[in-house]
């Protein structure tokens, strides 16, 4: 991130591509991963797949920070990855029950979404990327337990895929939403 105008990082076109490039081969590996996440030997191919092509999206956003941005990222990740893990579990085995933060969520990423889409066409500076970041991490967390809840009651044996990538997907999506509070607090 070397230029900055206004707070809002310049990432320059070739960064850009990358993203896009790497979201358009993640869409390609999911939807026939969800199509054969019953299908034994495909499924874990797919996974494999989808696991790669999602790491290059984490990598790309984890090059645009300082490397000591990136280990604090991950260890608050890993912080709070562990803490809600290990209290869903406990909520769960007393009987707790969070299938009604489902519809709270899934609003609430539209709505991140909608913003996002907001930041790419009218940057509003690096305090709105702090809020963005610390409302998507609120979001993620609560997918965090959410999934976590849905693993332990609802999801079969055979369903083991898609409940790996829900929490696959909630895991980095807090990794990047800690990554951009911090990045963007530095930056300041």
């Known amino acids: 991130m070397d230029g900055h105008r206004s707070g809002v990082p310049d990432y320059g076109p070739l960064h850009i591509c990358a993203h896009c490039l790497t979201w ?6 999911m939807c026939p991963l969800y199509v054969y ?5 495909v499924n874990l191919i797919l996974l494999g797949l989808f696991t790669v092509t999602m ?5 790309i956003s984890s090059s645009m920070a300082p490397a000591p941005i990136v280990l604090e990222a991950l260890l608050l990740t890993t912080l709070v990855v562990v803490a809600l893990t290990g209290y869903t579990y406990w909520a769960a085995k007393r009987g707790m029950d969070f299938n009604f933060l489902g519809p709270m969520l899934f609003t609430s990423l539209l709505v991140l979404i909608g913003f996002g889409f907001m930041q790419i066409f009218f940057p509003l ?23 976590t809840d849905q693993l332990i009651k609802r999801y079969t044996y ?3 895929i898609l409940a790996s990538v829900a929490l696959y997907l909630d895991i980095l999506n807090l990794f990047i939403a800690i ?5 963007s607090s530095r930056s300041e």
């Open 24 to 29: 358009v081969s993640v869409s390609a590996v």
């Open 37 to 41: 996440h019953q299908s034994h030997p």
């Open 55 to 59: 790491s290059l999206s984490v990598g």
């Open 125 to 147: 500076g690096s305090m709105s990327q702090t809020i963005y970041g610390g409302l998507s991490a609120l979001v993620f967390s609560g997918y965090l337990v959410y999934d």
């Open 158 to 160: 055979d369903q083991f």
């Open 179 to 183: 990554l951009q509070i911090l990045n």
